[in-house]
């Protein structure tokens, strides 16, 4: 979806054999539902856009779940699950989102390139590496990620030594 105005849209994808399931650049508006299943690499992928998405479920990506490149997202209501390496993954954003639910993926929030990823309410479970900020591009400084409410069901490595530049603020750690 390139250039466009995105009005109360529901997407529905399954069994995807592209690089992205979903693929926005570019583009504004409000997104309902976004229901992905079985993608061969990254289920939802959106960049240079402002958008806002109301419920959020992917299951099984090969890839990152949710994977954002430039721009300004609201999300609301996550369910990430069997994302094989990010279940959200930002560079040079900015994201704030609440009540996000992450199960069996390698990460479960990556912040990268000056992006801030500010998020109210995360579970996570069956997650290798909790969170990660950091510098992937040269060009770029570090990113910061604030977690209010936050509770693990199992002991997901908590990166305390992010690089220099990146930035970790938490309030209500369960």
Do not use: M, P
């Not at 856009?49 to 954002?68: L, P, Q």
Request: aromatic letters at 10%.
């Amino acid at each position: 979806i390139y250039d466009s105005i995105l009005k109360n849209v529901n997407i529905y994808a399954t069994n995807s054999n592209c690089e992205d399931s979903i693929n926005i650049v570019r583009s504004k508006g409000v997104l309902d539902n976004v229901n992905i299943r079985d993608s061969i690499s990254d289920a939802f992928d959106a960049d240079f856009s402002y958008i806002d998405v109301n419920n959020f479920k992917i299951d099984n990506a090969n890839n990152d779940c949710i994977d954002f490149s430039g721009g300004s997202y609201h999300l609301d209501s996550l369910t990430l699950d069997n994302c094989s390496d990010k279940a959200l993954s930002a560079e040079n954003s900015t994201i704030v989102a609440n009540n996000i639910r992450i199960s069996n993926s390698l990460y479960g929030i990556a912040s990268k390139d000056f992006s801030n990823v500010n998020i109210k309410k995360i579970l996570l479970d069956k997650v290798a590496i909790c969170w990660d900020a950091y510098s992937k591009k040269q060009e770029f400084g570090g990113g910061k990620i604030s977690i209010n409410n936050f509770k693990s069901t199992s002991l997901c490595e908590r990166r305390e030594n992010i690089d220099e530049g990146s930035k970790l603020e938490f309030s209500n750690v369960f």
